[in-house]
């Protein structure tokens, strides 16, 4: 099995940054795309981010162009967003995500972790 554990989530206000990490077990081969995902109260999950293993490509949401940034250390099998100029409406439930396949998609997701709260106050 698969299992990833978000970290890194808390409060921040409006302009500030926050890194979120994501450790991965049970994949230490493998050379699947990773993305993060995000979803507000009263709103349908959201794609943000993916990323395939050389790093190569990579794609954002329109709403985080420019602001955020994912990367990946596979030695430590380890996903990162680096999320600047945060703003209220980025306040959500962060979620990584792993697919089955190296090509990166916004949908098609099989793994998830369980999630880390981001609160960016203004």
């Known amino acids: 099995q698969v299992q990833l554990v978000e970290s890194g989530g808390g409060l921040v206000q409006a302009g500030g940054s926050l890194r979120l990490s994501c450790a991965a077990s049970?994949?230490?081969?493998?050379?699947?795309?990773m993305g993060w995902f995000r979803q507000a109260p009263g709103k349908e999950r959201e794609f943000v981010a993916t990323?395939?293993?050389?790093?190569?490509?990579?794609d954002y949401a329109d709403s985080v162009k420019g602001r955020f940034t994912i990367s990946r250390d596979n030695a430590k099998n380890t996903v990162y967003l680096q999320m600047n100029s945060l703003k209220p409406e980025d306040t959500a439930v962060y979620y990584c995500?792993?697919?089955?396949?190296?090509?990166?998609?916004?949908?098609?997701?099989?793994?998830w972790g369980q999630g880390t709260q981001v609160t960016v106050s203004s």
């Open positions: 995500a792993a697919r089955v396949t190296v090509v990166v998609a916004r949908y098609g997701y099989k793994y």
């Open positions: 049970g994949r230490a081969f493998n050379r699947n795309a």
């Open positions: 990323i395939n293993w050389s790093g190569g490509s990579i």
